[in-house]
């Protein structure tokens, strides 16, 4: 697994963490880690994928 490497410029710890707090939830990780905790019927997943769908293309024609 490659690593997530965040540089601390002038010792500001504070801002190196949120930088790194970014970047690992923009690598997946934690999604993968939330779906993998517990078993869901392929029903259910495939319910939740289109309830996520319906919200996305929503938030799209919002935008437009």
């Known amino acids: 697994m490659a690593s997530t490497r965040v540089e601390v410029k ?3 710890v504070n ?3 949120r930088k790194w707090k970014m970047k690992f939830a923009k690598s997946g990780v934690p999604s993968e880690l939330k779906k993998h905790k517990e078993y869901s019927k392929p029903g259910v997943v495939r319910r939740e994928e ?3 769908n319906i ?9 437009r």
């Not at 919200?55 to 935008?63: A, E, P, V």
Request: no cysteine; glycine share 12%.
């Open 10 to 12: 002038n010792g500001d």
């Open 15 to 17: 801002g190196a963490i």
């Open 50 to 52: 289109k309830k996520e």
């Open 55 to 63: 919200k996305n293309s929503r938030k799209r024609d919002k935008r």
